[in-house]
């Protein structure tokens, strides 16, 4: 697939998480010096991969303004989902990539409560249905950035 806005900010807000509990995670006092360096080992490689991928936002947004990229990928949706927030009252950019960042933080919580061991299989279920959900409000999501960048740079494609 080829990259999007909307897929380069969702990478984005997952480094951002990551890097955010790796800071976490240094904060803590009782870790010991080599998984202290371990750690910020981590958050150094994870730092300088958002550096580039703010840098590919940066060229990406340069070439599609320029009609240099496709703005859109056509997707081909194989699915119905009918237990998820519309992301069709989202007009603005700012709008579409705060609630993006918003659902990869939820996945995130989601993800980390459906790995706890002290929960009954029905909680799990229950869980891994609010992840599916909330994956396909992302990826609507996604789409929504690409829609908003194209309408507002009159990309016919």
């Given at each position: 697939?080829?990259?999007?806005?909307?897929?380069?900010?969702?990478?984005?807000?997952?480094?951002?998480?990551?890097?955010?509990?790796?800071?976490?995670?240094?904060?803590h006092e009782g870790i010991s010096a080599s998984e202290r360096e371990e750690i910020k080992a981590k958050r150094d490689l994870a730092d300088r991969q958002r550096q580039d991928l703010l840098n590919e936002i940066d060229g990406f947004l340069d070439a599609a303004l320029k009609g240099e990229v496709r703005i859109r990928d056509e997707k081909i949706k194989m699915y119905t989902n009918t237990n998820v927030s519309s992301s069709e009252g989202i007009k603005n950019l700012g709008k579409a990539v705060s609630e993006l960042a918003f659902r990869n933080i939820k996945l995130w919580h989601l993800e980390d409560e459906v790995r706890r061991t002290d929960l009954p299989d029905s909680s799990i279920v229950q869980t891994k249905r609010k992840i599916d959900s909330t994956n396909q409000e992302r990826n609507n999501l996604m789409d929504k950035v690409d829609e908003i960048l194209s309408r507002c740079s009159g990309d016919k494609r």
């Open positions: 697939m080829a990259e999007t806005l909307g897929s380069l900010v969702d990478k984005l807000s997952i480094k951002n998480l990551r890097i955010w509990h790796l800071d976490e995670a240094l904060e």
